[in-house]
């Protein structure tokens, strides 16, 4: 499975932006794929997920209500819309996918490369 992340960018607080994942491989359709976040002095965070065949969603609180995950099959490719953006939401975003659902990053089998996303206030 391949990935390759792309959106993100610098915008201003309460801005929105959307990233979006390409998939690619042999049946990553019965993966599930999250999304994940880090800042120089975190570790890295589990944002959002979807399972590809149900798309049944989750969510960390920190970001409910705000993001969305989605999945276009046809395109083969996971969003991750991001609305009311807080500066706090600054870190560089990682599209994974894994056999399970799981918040823990390691978990997740297949990376792409990060995204950069930066929020000024």
């Known amino acids: 499975v391949q990935l390759q992340a792309s959106g993100g960018g610098l915008v201003r607080s309460g801005d929105s932006l959307r990233l979006s994942c390409a998939v690619s491989g042999r049946a990553f359709s019965s993966y599930v794929m999250g999304w994940f976040r880090q800042s120089p002095e975190k570790e890295r965070e589990f944002v959002a997920a979807?399972?590809?065949?149900?798309?049944?969603?989750y969510y960390a609180d920190s970001v409910k209500g705000r993001f969305t995950i989605s999945r276009d099959k046809s395109k083969n490719t996971v969003y991750l819309q991001m609305n009311s953006l807080k500066p706090e939401d600054t870190a560089v975003y990682y599209c994974?996918?894994?056999?399970?659902?799981?918040?823990?990053?390691?978990?997740?089998?297949?990376w792409g490369q990060g995204t950069q996303v930066t929020v000024s206030s």
């Open positions: 994974a996918a894994g056999y399970r659902y799981d918040t823990i990053w390691n978990e997740y089998n297949y």
């Open positions: 979807i399972r590809w065949g149900t798309g049944s969603t």
